[in-house]
């Protein structure tokens, strides 16, 4: 944990390194002291082939932390700011660039590594 998942306009595919964007959120995730565990930070970014946002230009990206409940909401509230401004610098011509992070449920929540 967490899982940090970046969904986006498809066409910044074109002009932006999404890979580069990937690995810039991994090092955000595990130097911020919030996660002992860094094997267990996980990046993912998805592109979106229809989009339309309310605003020029056409592009978006949001990224939506998903962490076992349980942490303070100061220590979110950071995560979040340090999230967009890894996403403002990597993504500066972007029309909307976003941040939530959404709790998972420990009592419910499954995983299985090798």
């Not at 990937?22 to 995730?29: I, P, R, Y």
């Not at 303070?72 to 340090?82: F, G, H, I, Q, V």
């Not at 029309?95 to 419910?108: C, F, H, N």
Request: hydrophobic share 40%; aromatic share 6%.
């Amino acid at each position: 944990m967490p899982h940090i998942v970046v969904e986006y306009s498809a066409t910044l595919d074109q002009s932006h390194d999404m890979q580069a964007l990937c690995e810039k959120l991994f090092k955000v995730a595990c130097d911020n002291g919030i996660f002992p565990d860094t094997g267990a930070v996980k990046v993912r970014a998805l592109p979106c082939p229809y989009v339309y946002i309310g605003q020029e230009p056409q592009s978006f990206a949001h990224a939506t932390v998903r962490l076992l409940s349980g942490r303070d909401t100061e220590s979110k509230a950071r995560l979040t700011n340090l999230i967009l401004k890894a996403l403002v610098a990597t993504l500066p011509d972007v029309g909307s660039l976003t941040v939530d992070i959404k709790d998972i449920d420990r009592e419910t929540y499954a995983k299985r590594v090798l």
